[in-house]
C-alpha cells in the first residue's frame, strides 16, 4: 500500500572546474545531485555531509548554503508508489577529499559533467535546484 507524506532532504551540489558530479540513481535511473532524508534529529548540514559520503566515498571540507527548494515542483511519485513532498536544503561544495566510491543499494554511476552538457534525464525533484544552480553559476 502506497503512502503520501513530507520529507525534509538536504543535498550537496559538487562542483569544480566548471563541472558538476552527478549520480545516476538506482530507483528511477535518473541523474541528480547528492542527498537523502533528514533522520529525527539530525541536523540538515550533518545530513548532507553523511548523504554524499555514503553515495560517493567523498567527504565535506567546506560547503555553503545554496537555496531550499520545496512546493508542487517537488512533489514525486517513486517507482514503489510512494508519494513524497520534498523540502529540499541544498548546498555548494566545491572543497572535498576522498576517493570516489558509489554506494552500489542507491548509486548506478558518478559522473563529472561539464556544467553545459547536462543530462536530460535528470530526476524529476533534483530539476528546480539543479536548474536553479546552472543559472547561477551561467550568471
Not at 535511473?29 to 545530513?47: M, R
Not at 565535506?60 to 508519494?83: A, H, Q, R, T, W
Not at 554511476?109 to 539543479?130: Q, R, Y
Request: hydrophobic share 35%.
Amino acid at each position: 500500500m502506497s503512502k503520501e507524506f513530507q520529507s525534509c532532504g538536504a543535498s550537496v551540489i559538487i562542483y569544480k572546474d566548471n563541472k558538476i558530479l552527478l549520480q545516476q540513481r538506482r530507483d528511477n535511473g535518473c541523474w541528480g545531485y547528492h542527498g537523502g532524508h533528514v533522520e529525527l534529529g539530525e541536523k540538515v548540514e550533518e545530513t548532507a555531509k553523511r548523504e554524499l559520503f555514503e553515495e560517493t566515498g567523498l567527504k565535506v571540507i567546506s560547503m555553503e548554503l545554496f537555496d531550499v527548494f520545496s512546493g508542487p515542483e517537488l512533489c514525486y511519485v517513486y517507482p514503489d508508489g510512494n508519494k513524497v513532498h520534498i523540502i529540499d536544503v541544498v548546498y555548494i561544495c566545491t572543497e572535498f577529499i576522498g576517493e570516489m566510491k558509489l554506494q552500489n543499494s542507491e548509486v548506478i554511476n558518478l559522473k563529472w559533467f561539464d556544467i553545459d552538457d547536462i543530462p536530460e534525464n535528470i530526476s524529476p525533484p533534483v530539476k528546480p535546484g539543479l536548474h536553479s544552480f546552472i543559472k547561477k553559476v551561467r550568471g
